[in-house]
């Protein structure tokens, strides 16, 4: 059974920088794209970030693109957002998500299997 695990979660100042890794175990096949999203209290749940299978083609959200980057080890079935200049709208739960296609997809319905998130809070 394939599980997905994040980490790094936790609280930095305004400014500061954090790196998420999900660890997607029991996987033996590296044919999925994977992604990041996050929900904050009161929003819906936003696209972040998305890597291919391969690594080689990502994809990055409106609010993300220019401070947050996606990389994947393959060899590791571990997918990571590397997050810098963090803002306080950035304070939400960040989920990991493998999809059933090999190519990143902003999509939320392009996922079918979910990590239980992990806490990121920016203080200003």
């Known amino acids: 059974q394939v599980r997905l695990v994040e980490s790094g979660g936790g609280s930095v100042q305004a400014g500061g920088s954090l790196r998420l890794s999900c660890l997607a175990s029991?996987?033996?096949?590296?044919?999925?794209?994977m992604g990041w999203f996050r929900q904050s209290p009161g929003k819906e749940r936003e696209f972040v970030a998305a890597?291919?299978?391969?690594?080689?083609?990502?994809r990055i959200g409106d609010a993300a693109r220019g401070r947050f980057s996606v990389s994947r080890d393959t060899g590791k079935n571990t997918i990571f957002l590397h997050m810098s200049n963090l803002k306080s709208d950035d304070s939400a739960i960040y989920y990991c998500?493998?999809?059933?296609?090999?190519?990143?997809?902003?999509?939320?319905?392009?996922?079918?299997?979910w990590g239980p998130g992990v806490q990121v809070t920016v203080s200003s």
């Open positions: 998500a493998e999809a059933y296609r090999g190519t990143p997809s902003e999509v939320s319905s392009d996922y079918d299997l």
């Open positions: 890597i291919g299978w391969s690594g080689a083609s990502t």
């Open positions: 029991g996987r033996t096949e590296r044919r999925f794209a």
